[in-house]
């Protein structure tokens, strides 16, 4: 192409590309869906299909209560700075401990136990987010913090990250481990397998790791084999759980599957699993964070979950049989929220919380009618995201261009995107430019034909919408609801032309951009490949400067704007919904699957 509909657009702008991506720092702005968030096996967990209200007769967003409100786009810190996090001060508090927290939902029994391998939510409230713990974790504003580390590395050199391990650290008081202390050469190993030669294992997000050496009992340093600025949070992602060395010996990889073979360090211990019916996880009496009336976590003796199938889960809570929604990696919806208010009144509560499972349309750039990049950028162009953005009805999602808009000053604010082609609220622009540039192609409504495209989906949620607005371009999408299995399984093999879902991100800007898009990435599904845009987000993950590195990121996502390899819509937002007895939950909840239940207790 010599010069692109996007190459006149920024042309035709009143500011010139660098201002642009320079922007401003403006903040922008049922059925059960426990299982919303979790049926993949890779680093990007998978949303379960979930019906949604039809498109053109969804409600308009109403506003969250106040007591959950947050602004659209959370603003994210900078790259965080090596200083170790403040040390918990006891207070006066009114805390009552004790008790067993009810979970209500699913429990399952063929889930995977091992970090290495899966991020499936169900997974990680039934054991491993209780059970286990990482060196790093972050907050609901993705600041990081140390947790198993005495505090954030220092960093002599552009290279090297050296971390203290807490002394008072112990594995729990099961065999194999039997309590001892949890030391460096745990922490190296713990790191170290995530990068071993297993076709099951998550690949990609320590790949950057060259070595990691053990000083003393308590010190190692790891190495990077170029300046990586994801570094920090990517160790403070969900999936970089400690596991044990000798149970791993003792019973193999295979074994790490189990659920009865989590030894962690965690605030609960494993207990007994009945799939189907029940699972439990007791308090660990010798856990080492200190809760804020100055004694160790967790507070509650207990956390139960018990099965309940999503048509009577509604009503056990309602009746009281259990004290929360299995919704801990994720959340409900709003209007789930409303509707359990309109019978319990203020016995409800919940949170607001921006999540980082994104809505996905791949379209495949290596096959007819999409390896043409005038058809890609027509189909962005075509989309309503006015109504894309909500696609479980009010207020369960926000606009988000490449990078979701939490990750503040890296991503666009909704401000910035509803300026520009795609999001803008006016579609007669976007929707003339859509059909010339199919004019220009000589496909689907520019050569008077339609194309069917046979287009697998995860969920109705967006998929019927975005089925409607790419119409008028001559593009039928035949729409195929597919089991969760089959859609993944199809989806990692590139076995689609076009295919519309959901998936989950992470803790960094990288994990949307390089992970997806750079050429030969593990979870470019789209075959998307342009050497100019590979260099653009190699530089942005290599630039440890925060205000570069935001405009390397902006410049990134620019150029993957101009490109369309898939249609960029909205990013989702949760409510996990629970007894209002049930306190300790922090304002703003974090996006990902490992939420310590250790802080939460009950007033009753």
């Known amino acids: 192409m010599a010069e692109n509909y996007w190459t006149r657009y920024m042309r035709r702008r009143p500011m010139t590309r660098r201002t642009f991506l320079k922007g401003t720092a403006l903040a922008g702005g049922g059925a059960a869906t426990a299982a919303l968030i979790g049926c993949g096996d890779d680093d990007d967990d998978e949303p379960a299909p979930t019906a949604a209200p039809d498109r053109p007769d969804e409600p308009e967003a109403t506003a969250a209560p106040d007591d959950a409100d947050e602004p659209e786009a959370t603003a994210a810190p900078d790259e965080p700075d090596a200083t170790a996090a403040p040390e918990a001060t006891p207070v006066p508090s009114n805390i009552k401990r004790g008790g067993t927290l009810r979970i209500g939902g699913s429990v399952g029994g063929d889930s995977v136990f091992d970090p290495a391998i899966t991020n499936h939510t169900i997974t990680y409230s039934l054991g491993m987010g209780l059970v286990y713990n990482r060196l790093l974790n972050y907050d609901g504003d993705v600041n990081?913090?140390?947790?198993?580390?005495?505090?954030?590395?220092?960093?002599?050199?552009?290279?090297?990250?050296?971390?203290?391990?807490?002394?008072?650290?112990?594995?729990?008081?099961?065999?194999?481990?039997?309590?001892?202390?949890?030391?460096?050469?745990?922490?190296?190993?713990?790191?170290?397998?995530?990068?071993?030669?297993?076709?099951?294992?998550?690949?990609?997000?320590?790949?950057?790791?060259?070595?990691?050496?053990?000083?003393?009992?308590?010190?190692?340093?790891?190495?990077?084999?170029?300046?990586?600025?994801?570094?920090?949070?990517?160790?403070?992602?969900?999936?970089?759980?400690?596991v044990n060395r000798e149970q791993r010996d003792a019973v193999g990889d295979?074994?790490?599957?189990?659920?009865?073979?989590?030894?962690?360090?965690?605030?609960?211990?494993?207990?007994?699993?009945?799939?189907?019916?029940?699972?439990?996880?007791?308090?660990?009496?010798?856990?080492?964070?200190?809760?804020?009336?100055?004694?160790?976590?967790?507070?509650?003796?207990?956390?139960?979950?018990?099965?309940?199938?999503?048509?009577?889960?509604?009503?056990?809570?309602?009746?009281?049989?259990?004290?929360?929604?299995?919704?801990?990696?994720?959340?409900?919806?709003?209007?789930?929220?409303?509707?359990?208010?309109?019978?319990?009144?203020?016995?409800?509560?919940?949170?607001?919380?921006?999540?980082?499972?994104?809505?996905?349309?791949?379209?495949?750039?290596?096959?007819?009618?999409?390896?043409?990049?005038?058809?890609?950028?027509?189909?962005?162009?075509?989309?309503?995201?006015?109504?894309?953005?909500?696609?479980?009805?009010?207020?369960?999602?926000?606009?988000?261009?490449?990078?979701?808009?939490?990750?503040?000053?890296?991503?666009?604010?909704?401000?910035?995107?509803?300026e520009m082609p795609g999001w803008r609220e006016d579609k007669d622009q976007d929707i003339a430019d859509a059909i010339a540039l199919m004019n220009a192609a000589g496909v689907g409504v520019g050569a008077d034909e339609t194309i069917t495209i046979p287009t697998p989906i995860q969920c109705p949620c967006h998929a019927t919408g975005i089925k409607d607005d790419v119409s008028v371009l001559g593009l039928d999408l035949e729409l195929q609801q597919a089991t969760g299995a089959d859609y993944f399984a199809e989806r990692a093999q590139g076995n689609f032309t076009m295919n519309i879902g959901l998936e989950v991100g992470g803790t960094d800007a990288d994990t949307y951009l390089y992970h997806r898009f750079h050429t030969g990435a593990p979870f470019n599904r789209v075959g998307f490949s342009e050497p100019d845009v590979d260099a653009l987000l190699q530089k942005q993950r290599s630039t440890l400067d925060t205000e570069a590195r935001a405009e390397a990121v902006r410049e990134a996502s620019l150029a993957l704007i101009e490109h369309s390899p898939q249609a960029f819509t909205a990013s989702l937002v949760f409510y996990p919904i629970f007894r209002s007895y049930v306190m300790g939950h922090p304002e703003r909840i974090p996006f990902g699957l490992t939420h310590n239940l250790g802080r939460l207790w009950l007033d009753a």
Do not use: C
């Open 144 to 242: 990081v913090h140390a947790e198993l580390a005495e505090s954030l590395p220092e960093q002599p050199d552009d290279l090297t990250y050296v971390f203290k391990i807490r002394p008072d650290i112990h594995w729990h008081d099961l065999p194999p481990a039997n309590g001892r202390q949890f030391t460096a050469e745990d922490a190296a190993f713990g790191l170290s397998r995530f990068n071993e030669d297993n076709p099951e294992f998550i690949q990609g997000q320590l790949d950057r790791i060259s070595d990691i050496e053990v000083i003393d009992d308590l010190t190692f340093r790891v190495s990077t084999n170029e300046p990586f600025a994801p570094m920090l949070r990517f160790l403070a992602d969900d999936p970089i759980l400690m």
């Open 254 to 418: 295979a074994g790490m599957k189990l659920y009865e073979n989590q030894v962690g360090t965690g605030p609960f211990v494993r207990g007994e699993l009945d799939p189907g019916v029940r699972g439990i996880l007791n308090k660990n009496s010798n856990y080492f964070e200190i809760g804020d009336d100055g004694q160790p976590l967790p507070y509650l003796d207990h956390v139960e979950h018990l099965a309940f199938s999503q048509e009577a889960q509604e009503g056990a809570f309602i009746a009281g049989e259990f004290d929360h929604y299995d919704n801990i990696g994720a959340g409900g919806l709003f209007i789930q929220v409303q509707a359990l208010q309109g019978q319990l009144g203020d016995e409800v509560g919940f949170r607001k919380r921006l999540h980082s499972a994104i809505e996905e349309t791949h379209m495949h750039n290596q096959k007819a009618p999409f390896n043409d990049a005038r058809v890609r950028q027509a189909v962005h162009l075509a989309i309503n995201r006015q109504i894309a953005v909500n696609p479980f009805g009010p207020e369960s999602g926000i606009y988000m261009g490449p990078v979701p808009q939490m990750f503040h000053p890296f991503a666009f604010t909704e401000q910035e995107l509803l």
